[in-house]
């Protein structure tokens, strides 16, 4: 159905109810609406392009319409679309699956699909409580970091602590025992400071399901990088006080950090690493929680005992996303992205320390080839914009003024673009952003 651009903008303001979107903000503003991908760029409807820095919300990898991801999901789609896991299995889902474990840190031997970062962690907290029970343990109790974001439904939205997000819930979520922001905190005091407040908490509490954070950064809360050795810490911690210890790769996999996972840079393995985002190379909404012999066996028995994890979804190990995912595993060691990857991460480096020189520029952060730059009123004072006033997003607009579609999280400019982008094209937003910057 060919429809004209007009009618388009007409029917979404009419029918569409955008994620994280005031629609009555939106509904009034001219918004983009895309029709096509190649590599780093889009084009919306009108035929104008732009680069896509924030990879489609973090999740693109390899650029849009990648010729071998597309003949892999053609090939999928000649012999079937779906098919159900739920007691029965498919190929591209058992491949993927040992494919995995094969990339996964050591010890990471079973694979639970869904289908997005939510669900990941969703199940990651259900199966780590599950386990204790199966053990005979009741024990009921995670411990979370403040500013955590590991997705929206209500499990994620529990064991997070963005309170713009999530505080509005309050009364429907579990409680947790939430120690402070990792990066907030260590502006201040040290990473084994916080190391003691866990270890309190451990030594004093014996129902401690599992300590929760995301993997190296917390990223929606504004890109805040962890102090190095946190995470290995808090492993050493956790398996000194007997409990279980969720990674949140959804937003860092794949990739983004310049390892396939950030848990390599730390040299960890967690008991749950939840997967997402990048897992499809961006194509299909696609998630995994990775897990370990030692939990799986706790869910074996006899079928009357009822041990089983009484979870699933009718798209759990969906084919073609499976197929998709396991082409984009494949372009990574055929395009040796990772090691294309690394000259990029320094090149970001180098650009993101001219950004101080702007006025309204408060702090620069950067894990790998993931970055913010937050904007404030008053750098000396430390004083922010007014929320309302709507910063970053005026910031993102003149940018896409100038062919550079950015996402802003508030008035932090995030820098998130697919990793196969050349430097060129790296160079063009880089300038972009702070041509903006300096508008303010
Ligand atoms: C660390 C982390 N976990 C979980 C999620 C949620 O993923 P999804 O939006 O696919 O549900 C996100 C999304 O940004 C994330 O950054």
Redesign the pocket.
């Known amino acids: 159905m060919e429809v004209k651009p007009e009618l388009l903008e007409r029917w979404d303001r009419e029918h569409f109810w955008h994620p994280f979107t005031q629609m009555k903000v939106y509904r009034e503003e001219d918004n983009l609406i895309f029709e096509r991908g190649e590599g780093v760029y889009l084009w919306d409807i009108y035929g104008r392009r732009y680069i896509d820095a924030v990879s489609s919300l ?1 999740c693109n990898v390899h650029g849009h319409n990648h010729p071998k991801l597309n003949r892999a999901l053609e090939e999928q789609l000649k012999k079937v679309a779906h098919t159900t896991t739920l007691g029965s299995s498919n190929v591209p889902a058992i491949l993927l699956a040992r494919k995995l474990v094969e990339i996964s840190p050591p010890g990471l031997t079973k694979v639970f699909y869904s289908e ?3 669900e990941a ?1 969703e199940i990651a907290l259900k199966m780590a409580y599950h386990y204790w029970r199966n053990r005979g343990e009741r024990r009921k109790v995670f411990v979370t970091f403040s500013e955590a ?4 439904t209500l499990g994620a939205v529990s064991v997070g602590g963005i309170d713009l997000f999530h505080g509005t819930y309050r009364d429907l979520l579990f409680e947790t025992l939430r120690l402070p922001s990792p990066y907030l905190f260590c502006k201040t005091a040290s990473v084994e400071d916080l190391l003691s407040q866990l270890e309190e908490i451990l030594r004093e509490r014996e129902d401690v399901v599992a300590v929760v954070l ?1 993997s190296g950064i917390q ?2 809360a504004g890109m805040l990088p962890y102090p190095k050795g946190l995470m290995r810490g808090v492993r050493e911690l956790t398996r000194r006080y007997g409990t279980l210890m969720i990674v ?1 790769e ?2 860092t996999g794949f990739g983004r950090t310049g390892s396939m996972f950030y848990c390599e840079q730390e040299q960890i393995t967690p008991d749950f690493m939840c997967l ?2 990048g897992l499809t190379g961006g194509y299909l909404p696609l ?1 995994a929680t990775l897990t370990t012999d030692e939990v799986f066996e706790a869910f074996l028995g006899e079928f009357g005992e009822a041990k089983h994890f009484y979870h699933g979804h009718t798209y759990t190990g969906n084919n073609l996303a499976c197929a998709v995912a396991l082409a984009n595993l494949e372009v990574f060691e055929e395009e040796q992205t990772l090691s294309r990857l690394a000259p990029k991460i320094e090149l970001l480096r180098k650009s993101l320390e001219e950004f101080w020189e702007l006025d309204h520029v408060g702090d620069v952060r950067q894990l790998g080839f993931m970055a913010g730059v937050e904007l404030v009123r008053d750098r000396e004072k430390g004083k922010p914009f007014p929320y309302g006033e709507r910063t970053g997003f005026k910031v993102a607009r003149m940018c896409r003024e100038k062919g550079v579609f950015l996402r802003p999280l508030g008035d932090v400019m995030v820098l998130m673009m697919p990793l196969v982008i050349g430097e060129a094209e790296m160079e063009h937003v880089l300038t972009t952003l702070r041509w903006a910057i300096s508008q303010l």
């Open positions: 973090w997005d970062g939510a962690v974001y590991h997705g929206d995301e990223a929606a949140d959804v937003a997402g985002k998630a």
